[in-house]
C-alpha cells in the first residue's frame, strides 16, 4: 500500500486559488464520508483518505493500491467544484518516504508560513479526528498521523522552535501595535468566534490592547470569546455601526463568501470623515472585498501581504532547525520500521 499526498499551500499558489480549494470542517467531513461510501474502481484504489485545511495549506492524504496521483487530483476537484487544470501545475505531490517526511515537517511547523507556528499540530490532530469519525482513515493514516503528531510534541517539547509562537494572528496583532499610536486607546473589532479570531484577541491583549469588541453571526459563541478576554461583544447587524467606531477590524468568519463589502465600509467611512480605519482580513476564503483598498483612508491588509510584515527576526527559531530535522529523521524512521 502506497502513500500519497497533494497540496498546495503559500509557498506554491496565490490566496484566491488556495480559498477556492480549502475545505471548512463540514465540507471535508462531507467529502471524506462520500468517498468512503463510493463503490467506484478508481475511488476504491483510494482505500483510506484524510484532508488537512489551514489558512494557508489545503493537503490530501491517501493510501492507496496505485502510486496514482490523479485520483486524488480528481477527487479534490470535484470535492471543491474546481477544475484540475485550474490547480495541477499548484500542486506538490509526494509518495512513500517523501509522503512521510512531508507530514512530519508540516506537524513540526517547518512548512509553516511563520517558522514553529504552533496551531499547525492542532489541526493535524483535529484532521485525524475527523477523517477518523466518518471512517475514511483506516490504520496506515492513522497510524502515520499519530507518528507525526508525535514527532510534533517533541519538537516543541525539545527545541525551541516553538518558543514566543508567532502565528497569522500574532503577526495581525504585531501589524495593530505598529500602526497606531496608541495601541491601549484604539477601539478594535474582531469579526469572528473562532480559533484565529481567539489567538488574535489573545496576541491584542498581551501587546495592551484594551478596548475590544467581538462581533459574531452566532451570539452565544461572541459572548462566550468575549467573556474569557474581557471585551465587548455587539452583535452581526451592527456591524457597519462597529466599523464607524474602529480604528482596526480583524476579520476571521471562516465564512464561504465576502462578509464585507465596499459599500459598507464606504457607507461607514462617510459618518468618520478623515479617520483611518485598518482592516485586516486573516480569513480563507477571505471575508473583505479587495475593493475595500480603493476607499479613501482605508488600509487592507490580508494574508498574503501579512508576510511583508514578518520583521520581527526568526533568527533563534531558524537556528533550531537542524535539532528540529534530527528528531524528525529519528521518529521517520521509527514509523517506517515499525
Known amino acids: ?3 500519497l499526498t497533494i497540496g498546495i499551500s503559500h509557498s506554491t499558489a496565490p490566496i484566491h486559488l488556495r480559498e477556492r480549494l480549502a475545505f471548512n470542517e463540514e465540507q471535508a467531513r462531507a467529502a471524506l464520508a462520500r468517498q468512503s461510501h463510493d463503490h467506484q474502481v478508481e475511488v476504491r484504489v483510494l482505500a483510506e483518505m484524510l484532508i488537512v485545511s489551514t489558512c494557508n495549506r489545503t493537503e490530501v492524504y491517501a493510501a492507496s493500491s496505485r502510486k496514482s ?3 486524488l487530483e480528481a477527487f479534490l476537484a470535484d470535492a471543491r467544484g474546481v477544475p484540475v487544470g485550474e490547480f495541477h501545475a499548484h500542486l506538490y505531490r509526494h509518495a512513500d518516504v517523501e509522503a512521510v517526511r512531508h507530514l512530519f515537517e508540516v506537524a513540526a511547523g517547518l512548512d509553516s508560513l511563520v517558522l514553529g507556528e504552533p ?3 492542532g489541526q493535524v490532530t483535529r ?23 508525535h514527532a510534533g ?13 508567532a502565528s497569522v494572528s500574532s503577526l495581525a496583532a504585531g501589524l495593530c501595535e505598529r500602526s497606531v499610536h496608541n495601541l491601549h486607546q484604539a477601539q478594535i473589532v474582531i469579526l469572528g468566534a473562532g480559533e484565529m479570531a481567539e489567538l488574535a484577541v489573545e ?5 495592551g490592547a484594551q478596548q475590544l469588541t467581538v ?16 471585551a465587548a461583544v455587539d452583535t452581526f447587524e451592527n456591524l457597519e455601526s462597529a466599523l464607524v467606531r474602529a480604528d482596526i477590524l480583524i476579520s476571521s468568519t ?13 457607507a461607514a467611512m462617510a459618518q468618520r470623515p478623515q479617520r483611518p480605519l485598518m482592516l485586516i482580513d486573516i480569513a480563507v476564503p477571505r471575508d473583505i472585498d479587495d475593493e475595500t483598498a480603493s476607499i479613501p483612508n482605508v488600509r487592507l491588509h490580508d494574508i498574503d501581504n501579512l508576510n511583508a510584515h514578518l520583521e520581527q527576526s526568526l533568527a533563534s527559531r531558524a537556528a533550531e532547525v537542524p535539532h528540529v530535522q534530527a528528531i524528525l529523521a529519528e521518529e521517520v524512521d521509527k514509523f517506517l520500521d515499525y
Do not use: C, Y
Not at 452566532?218 to 474569557?228: G, I, Q, W
Open 1 to 3: 500500500m502506497h502513500i
Open 69 to 71: 496521483f490523479a485520483g
Open 119 to 121: 496551531q499547525i499540530l
Open 127 to 149: 484532521a485525524l479526528e475527523l477523517a477518523r469519525g466518518v471512517g475514511a482513515s483506516g490504520p496506515l493514516l492513522s497510524r502515520l498521523f499519530q507518528s507525526a503528531i
Open 153 to 165: 510534541k517533541r519538537v516543541r517539547t525539545e527545541t525551541a522552535i516553538g518558543r514566543s509562537p
Open 203 to 207: 496576541a491584542l491583549r498581551k501587546r
Open 215 to 230: 462581533v459574531n453571526r452566532t451570539l452565544e459563541r461572541a459572548h462566550a470569546l468575549a467573556d474569557r478576554w474581557s
Open 254 to 266: 471562516g465564512a464561504p463568501h465576502i462578509i464585507i463589502h465596499p459599500q459598507m465600509v464606504a
